[in-house]
């Protein structure tokens, strides 16, 4: 008889170390589920943060189209002016370069 309860302890033993094991099992492996989880998370928030960050620079670098555009507008209308001012001032100094006979 000893031999049989030997035997039910062993099983019982058995038992508990396999509802332990798959409890472990269930444990990790949920772990994982939420490691992944948490992973993907942070790879979503990296590609808002990159959007955002191109967004940004895209904005910051049509201002500077712009504004070199409207630099380089004012910087010829001046050389326009300048250039049409000499032009009078030369004609007007040196009238006897520009009679023609």
Same mark, same amino acid.
């Given at each position: /008889?000893?031999?049989?309860? =030997?035997? &039910? $302890?062993?099983?019982?033993? &058995?038992?508990?170390?396999?509802?332990?094991? =798959? !409890?472990e099992l269930r444990q990790m492996?949920?772990t994982v589920g939420a490691l992944r989880? &948490?992973?993907?998370? #942070?790879?979503?928030?990296?590609?808002?943060?990159?959007?955002?960050? !191109?967004?940004?620079?895209?904005?910051?670098? =049509?201002? #500077?189209? !712009?504004?070199?555009?409207?630099?380089?507008?004012?910087?010829?209308?001046? /050389?326009? $002016? /300048?250039? %049409? %001012?000499?032009? $009078?001032?030369?004609?007007?100094?040196?009238?006897? #370069?520009?009679? $023609?006979?």
């Open positions: /008889m000893a031999r049989i309860e =030997q035997t &039910s $302890v062993g099983e019982n033993g &058995s038992k508990d170390g396999l509802r332990a094991a =798959q !409890t492996t949920d989880d &948490s992973l993907e998370q #942070l790879r979503l928030e990296k590609d808002r943060s990159i959007q955002a960050v !191109t967004a940004e620079a895209n904005s910051e670098n =049509q201002h #500077l189209k !712009t504004t070199i555009g409207e630099l380089r507008d004012g910087c010829e209308s001046r /050389m326009a $002016v /300048m250039s %049409a %001012a000499w032009f $009078v001032e030369f004609r007007q100094r040196l009238p006897w #370069l520009l009679h $023609v006979d």
